[in-house]
Nanobody
């Protein structure tokens, strides 16, 4: 059973930066995809960015050029660096993982593709 724990959320002003972290328990799959999603009140989770075990990344159009997904394999931690934050980025952010899935460089993540989820961390951006 894979466990994911997010941290790093908070309240910031527009234009600021935040870095979200997602610590993962040990897993043994050589191939995997990890992703960040966000959920606005009353809406389904939407994919923000994905990264796979070979380092391929993909981003939703709304965050391209502002957000960066990366991982530290030694620490088993996934990150989402968020720059130039906007009020419309306000949401609960979740990390997710799917073992055995190589998401590639064009895959904007979809929630039904991922099995393991963290509990979420709130990001609030004020204008």
């Amino acid at each position: 059973q894979v466990q994911l724990v997010e941290s790093g959320g908070g309240s910031v002003q527009a234009g600021s930066s935040l870095r979200l972290s997602c610590a993962t328990s040990e897993y043994h799959s050589y191939l995997y995809s990890m992703a960040w999603f966000r959920q606005f009140p009353g809406k389904e989770r939407e994919g923000v960015a994905s990264i796979d075990s070979t380092g391929n990344t993909a981003y939703a159009d709304s965050v391209k050029g502002r957000f960066a997904i990366y991982q530290d394999n030694a620490k088993r931690t996934l990150y989402l660096q968020m720059n130039s934050l906007k009020p419309e980025d306000t949401a609960t952010y979740y990390c997710a993982m799917e073992p055995g899935f190589r998401s590639g460089s064009n895959y904007v993540p979809r929630q039904n593709r991922y099995t393991y989820w963290g509990q979420g961390t709130q990001v609030t951006v004020s204008s």
